[in-house]
């Protein structure tokens, strides 16, 4: 049972013995067990990833905007390679297939 | 939906499959396992193979609880459930899985009180709420799941709910890799790391199959970019000649794992001394049983579990298909005999099986394709 989703934690229960939060997921506001973080306790605001009515991790928001930069740099070397080749300053570089800017 | 839409970004599934294209080596032919059946899904739904280069092949790898379980143990649970003071309860995924008897959807039609839930914790409130019935849970999962079925029993055990016990039915993932390895005829290149069951274990647990094995793995999560991400990081290993374990998942896969969740587990289960897999054999030490100090809670102490032992149906190749030797359509049932409508095995009826996904996703745009080629003739 792979399926697991992120939701926001909204409230916390403290009179629970066990440890239970509010979470919203799409609007749709549910109770999960967050007795597996007992750790690193999350607070309202913290985003979990929910696995069977239990929290089982948090969601780091720094390690997911660090992987949409890597994700936005994919090419970027390449294309920027292109860019140089398609210079025709220098009489003694090799000719690239045809790469014309075309803005 | 945050956390799910930035990692569906159409133009950097485009800088992704690119970025794929360039470091797949056109001269090689490169063997991929995903470990987990939701990758399977994943790879399916969101159509991955249409944007990758043909020499990547996709194996599909026996990560899904649901379809390594063999026939028998359904049977055994659902012997327990002709009790009429038991109420037998699983997940919807169990629900349409065959047993010799039929499915427990069937045994339900047939008067059996079985109950669809969510969460093992649904099922002992369903315990607290019917104090003259007794519940069973029929536990199933790898490492992603155990942890809440344990932490439910000692949920159990510390309120003294008497009326509740565990099928217990959980496996671990290690030791399916290892099979997966010392198969013969398996020949793998890398491997897509399972994703949510890393969040328990970690990923050190993955180390052998770098350093033993010489194999790249990188934990993965599940969305578009995430598999492509993984894609792109494997493809990098093996250009350079590497093998480590790398963490693509990072926002959810901490690298020592949850450790609660690790002592929750070793709380209420040890392992089973063997376990049978449905298309790998016994395996030891790959599954769990409830510890003796759980044992009120344990539903194979307090029922007579008849141990049943059923072979597949001869014609299906669900063991074959599960261990990535055979593709879904090269089976010779599939999509005739065998349809999630009526499924032989439980492949073709699990969130997690390769069979339904291919069923579902794959096999119709071939039909469609057909059926407009013909239509045009």
């Known amino acids: 049972m792979c399926l697991a989703i992120p939701g926001k934690i909204v409230a916390i229960d403290h009179n629970a013995a066990a440890h239970l939060g509010t979470v919203e997921v799409a609007g749709v506001r549910r109770k999960v067990d967050l007795g597996l973080l007992e750790d690193d306790m999350p607070v309202a ?16 928001e720094q390690d997911a905007l660090e992987q949409m930069n890597l994700l936005q740099m994919l090419g970027e070397a390449e294309q920027a390679m292109q860019e140089v080749h398609g210079y025709g300053g220098d009489e003694n570089a090799e000719n690239s297939p045809g790469t014309s800017r075309v803005s | 939906m945050r ?7 159409p133009e950097l599934i485009t800088k992704a499959s690119e970025e794929i294209y360039r470091l797949a080596d056109p001269e090689r032919h490169y063997r991929i396992m995903e470990v ?19 020499n990547i092949e996709l194996i599909h790898g026996p990560g899904c609880p ?31 899985v065959p047993g010799t008897q039929g499915s427990p959807f069937e045994h339900k039609a047939r008067g059996t009180d079985v109950r669809i839930v969510y969460s093992p914790a649904d099922a002992l409130q369903i315990a607290r709420k019917n104090p003259e019935k007794h519940v069973m849970f029929f536990a199933i999962g790898f490492e992603t799941t155990a942890p809440s079925t344990a932490l439910t029993l000692m949920r159990a055990k510390a309120e003294g709910i008497e009326n509740f016990t565990i099928f217990c039915n959980h496996v671990t993932i290690i030791p399916a890799i290892r099979a997966i390895l010392d198969s013969p005829d398996m020949r793998l290149d890398a491997f897509i790391g399972p994703g949510h069951v890393s969040t328990v274990i970690g990923c050190r647990p993955y180390e052998w199959i770098a350093r033993n094995e010489g194999k790249p793995v990188v934990t993965s999560g599940f969305e578009p970019l995430d598999l492509l991400q993984s894609l792109v990081m494997l493809l990098r290993q093996l250009r350079a000649s590497e093998a480590k374990v790398e963490n693509q998942y990072k926002r959810v896969v901490p690298w020592e794992g949850n450790r609660a969740a690790l002592k929750a587990m ?11 897999w449905r298309g790998l054999g016994f395996i030891s030490q790959s599954a ?23 072979t597949d ?65």
């Not at chain 2, 649901?66 to 009429?84: H, Q, S």
């Not at chain 2, 070793?266 to 049978?276: G, K, T």
């Not at chain 2, 769990?288 to 539903?299: G, M, V």
Request: proline fraction near 6%; glycine fraction near 8%; hydrophobic fraction near 40%.
């Open chain 1, 45 to 60: 605001g913290d985003w979990v990833l929910i696995h069977v009515g239990f929290a089982m991790t948090k969601i780091s």
């Open chain 2, 3 to 9: 956390y799910v839409d930035e990692f569906r970004d």
């Open chain 2, 36 to 54: 987990c059946g939701g990758h399977t899904h994943a790879i399916y739904r969101f159509g991955l193979k249409d944007i990758l280069p043909s």
């Open chain 2, 66 to 96: 649901v379809c390594v379980l063999p026939m028998g143990r359904i049977d055994d649970g659902l012997a327990v459930a002709k009790d009429p003071d038991v109420i037998f309860t699983a997940f919807g995924d169990m629900m349409r």
């Open chain 2, 266 to 276: 070793a709380e209420v289960f040890q392992l089973r001394p063997y376990f049978e």
């Open chain 2, 288 to 310: 769990l049983k409830i510890r003796d100090e759980y044992a009120q809670w344990d539903a194979e102490q307090r029922f007579p579990i008849p141990g049943t032992r059923v």
């Open chain 2, 313 to 377: 149906p001869k014609a299906a190749q669900c063991g074959e298909v599960l261990k990535g030797v055979l593709k879904p359509a090269q089976c010779k049932l599939f999509g005739k005999e065998c349809t999630p409508e009526h499924p032989i095995g439980a492949l073709m009826v699990s969130s997690e099986g390769s069979c339904a996904a291919y069923y579902n996703y794959e096999h119709r745009k071939a039909a469609a394709m057909v059926a407009s080629i013909s239509s045009v003739a």
